[in-house]
């Protein structure tokens, strides 16, 4: 029953049918410079699991205490899949003490999103989000947050909410 509600997607601009979503999957990237993120969803039909068509590489470089830092979340779409071009992608970071967010978005300095610049198409298959950020001390810390995103096929497109979480490395 979950599982079949797994698979089920939402209707978006610049996809050809209409579906239906009511999963909010969280897949977390271990703390590594490119960790990508790949989740198995359920299919409907069957209930078993296949992977998403898309994987999330988070990238973050060592950067030094008080100073601005960029973390890099990348979305590939695979399996036919491409990045939709009409989607508004957002990430809301969480609230870590030890770091301070530095978001353009008028919703404040914790959203990140296409609407403020964060966002940039690499091609059909590939995008990338920035996260900028400013640590208040060195050590292995930790980024968190959900990312709002949607890849499409030919037939379909998805909606999905992945929560990403990562260490960031200050020296």
């Known amino acids: 029953m979950r599982a079949s509600l797994l698979l089920l997607v939402l209707v978006a601009s610049g996809c050809h049918r209409e579906a239906d979503s009511s999963r909010n999957p969280a897949a977390a990237a271990p703390p590594a410079?490119?960790?990508?993120?790949?989740?198995?969803?359920?299919?409907?039909?069957?209930?078993?699991?296949?992977e998403k068509p898309y994987r999330l590489e988070v990238t973050t470089p060592p950067c030094a205490p008080r100073e601005p830092c960029e973390a890099v979340v990348t979305l590939v779409a695979t399996s036919g899949f491409h990045i939709n071009d009409e989607y508004p992608y957002r990430f809301v970071g969480d609230a870590v003490p030890a770091v301070e967010l530095l978001g353009r978005d008028g919703a404040g300095a914790h959203v990140f999103s296409k609407a403020a610049g964060d966002f940039a198409k690499e091609g059909e298959t590939r995008a990338r989000l920035s996260v900028r950020y400013r640590a208040k001390e060195a050590g292995s810390l930790p980024l968190t947050g959900t990312y709002k995103l949607s890849v499409c096929s030919a037939e379909t497109c998805l909606l999905e909410t992945e929560k990403i979480a990562t260490t960031v490395v200050v020296r």
């Open 33 to 50: 410079s490119a960790a990508p993120v790949a989740a198995p969803v359920a299919a409907a039909a069957e209930g078993t699991p296949r």
